[in-house]
């Protein structure tokens, strides 16, 4: 009985081994397509592989991927990865910037938010939107709700989601910026930001 057991475990396993190789390369590949596909909608118009190009930058002690994006050699901006703790979990972002700083676009890359309240976070503060950050630029005054008196309408019942998610931009514009620390206007009087040369 025993040896049949350490059989059938033994046979299970060499299974999973071997179908989690199969589906290693291509779970890869559509996750980095989805990433790619990511960066090209919140900064349009490059003509390099930012995905290939990823720096790393380390802020507050945290390590944030920065996706520098260029046509030919004229830097458009860069994307940058960044996670916060929301209401309900991890909510992680993917937020575009322009050379100067200036956000383009954002999406949400996860999150565990309440649907119908900390959810809309996805749509909340797009271009348009009531709680539209696009053209803000965190180095001249770090994103805040309103209620914390800042600029940004926060999500209707859902102020801890908003201020979550502007932390995660905040601390995005840091990385973009090569700051160490998120920790408010550090680069104001920056006319062009030049994203970190190297990981961290």
Not at 101 to 120: F, M, R
Not at 125 to 152: E, H, R, W, Y
Not at 166 to 187: E, K
Request: with cysteine; charged share 15%.
């Amino acid at each position: 009985m025993l040896l049949v057991l350490t059989g059938i475990t033994a046979v299970c396993v060499a299974l999973l081994a071997y179908v989690n190789e199969l589906t290693k390369e291509p779970i890869a590949q559509a996750n980095a397509k989805t990433l790619s596909d990511a960066v090209s909608a919140v900064v349009p118009g490059f003509d390099n592989n930012p995905i290939a190009e990823k720096q790393v930058q380390v802020v507050n002690g945290v390590e944030y991927a920065v996706y520098t994006t260029k046509k030919g050699e004229e830097l458009i901006g860069a994307a940058v990865e960044a996670a916060t703790m929301g209401f309900g979990g991890e909510l992680k972002v993917l937020v575009g910037f322009d050379a100067q700083g200036n956000i383009n676009d954002y999406s949400v890359l996860a999150h565990a938010e309440t649907p119908g309240l900390g959810s809309k976070s996805a749509d909340w503060f797009k271009k348009g939107a009531k709680g539209d950050i696009t053209g803000m630029n965190p180095g001249q005054a770090p994103l805040k709700v309103s209620k914390d008196g800042g600029q940004v309408d926060a999500i209707t019942a859902s102020t801890i989601t908003s201020r979550a998610f502007l932390a995660a931009v905040n601390a995005a514009y840091a990385a973009f910026a090569g700051q160490s620390t998120a920790d408010g206007a550090s680069s104001a009087s920056q006319t062009n930001v030049e994203p970190a040369d190297s990981a961290n």
